[in-house]
Nanobody
Framework: QLQLVESGGNLVQPGGSLRLSCTAS?????????IGWFRQAPGKEREGVSC????????DYADSVKGRFTISRDNAKKTVYLQMNNLKSEDAAVYYC?????????????????WGEGTLVTVSS
């Protein structure tokens, strides 16, 4: 059974850091999959945060997180990370990871095949 599980969400103060993890199971071709991080805050639409292809090339970051978030992956561990620094209140959301076939252009939500259940990030003093 193909599954993605996010972890690492927590309550953090503004300016703080968190590292989210997305671990895959059942993916025979994980190293060929594009992985995207998405987030959805209450009352807002889901937005793409970042995307990385199977070889580790970063495809994209949302403008709102550039310079603060870093996506990376460890194919041996079948895990993708999202390092989030200098967190702001507007970063608070449920963060989801999703997997899709290789796509050199990015990780549009409609293209992603498998989704995790999400992990909650709260940014508050």
């Amino acid at each position: 059974q193909l599954q993605l599980v996010e972890s690492g969400g927590n309550l953090v103060q503004p300016g703080g850091s968190l590292r989210l993890s997305c671990t895959a199971s059942g993916f025979f071709y994980f190293d060929q999959s594009s992985i995207g991080w998405f987030r959805q805050a209450p009352g807002k639409e889901r937005e793409g945060v970042s995307c990385i292809n199977g070889s580790g090339r970063v495809i994209d970051y949302a403008d709102s997180v550039k310079g603060r978030f870093t996506i990376s992956r460890d194919n041996a561990k079948k895990t993708v990370y999202l390092q989030m620094n200098n967190l702001k209140s507007e970063d608070a959301a449920v963060y989801y990871c999703a997997a899709g076939p290789f796509n050199p252009h990015g990780c549009p939500a409609w293209y992603m095949t498998y989704w995790g259940e999400g992990t909650l990030v709260t940014v508050s003093s």
